[in-house]
């Protein structure tokens, strides 16, 4: 089994991070929900970039934080995460969050969509905040600061 977590930037300029952080918290969290870690994705990209593909891909025609496409086999967890880093630092700017600290909630509900989550309705998406919750209070935000 080939296990690859990559993290790609598309149409931005890098930000920066500690990449192997990042992994090894999206392995920790494939692991912790008793999955097995596949060729996992993250491309990190613009608002622009995004739109056109939720445009192209959902038939959507409006700004998002994540799109996930799902190739998961049976315990294997693999996708797709692209990710707009412009979403996600406003998102941190009106919580009043760290960009980063926001930046892993949304891979991390994109992983956890991965894995079987789903929050279509009121009580789906009240067990993705408490997932994505616990996750982010296990994680050390600091370990991924340059």
């Not at 739109?51 to 934080?65: F, P, S």
């Not at 797709?80 to 941190?92: C, G, H, P, T």
């Not at 989550?117 to 370990?143: C, G, H, P, W």
Request: aromatic share 12%; hydrophobic share 40%.
């Amino acid at each position: 089994m080939v296990s690859k977590i990559n993290i790609y930037f598309e149409a931005i300029k890098p930000v920066k991070f500690k990449k192997n952080a990042v992994k090894n918290w999206v392995g920790y969290l494939v692991n912790n929900e008793h999955r097995k870690t596949g060729i996992i994705n993250i491309v990190l990209c613009s608002d622009e970039y995004l739109l056109e593909m939720n445009k192209k891909y959902l038939q959507h025609d409006y700004y998002t934080d994540i799109i996930t496409f799902d190739y998961v086999e049976g315990e294997v967890i693999s996708g797709d995460l692209f990710i707009s880093v412009d979403r996600v630092k406003e998102n941190a700017d009106n919580f009043k969050n760290l960009f980063l600290n926001e930046l892993m909630r949304v891979i991390f509900h994109g992983v956890l969509h991965l894995v079987g989550f789903k929050d279509k309705t009121e009580e789906e998406q009240a067990k993705m905040r408490e997932k994505e919750n616990f996750y982010l209070s296990v994680v050390d935000i600091s370990e991924m600061e340059l």
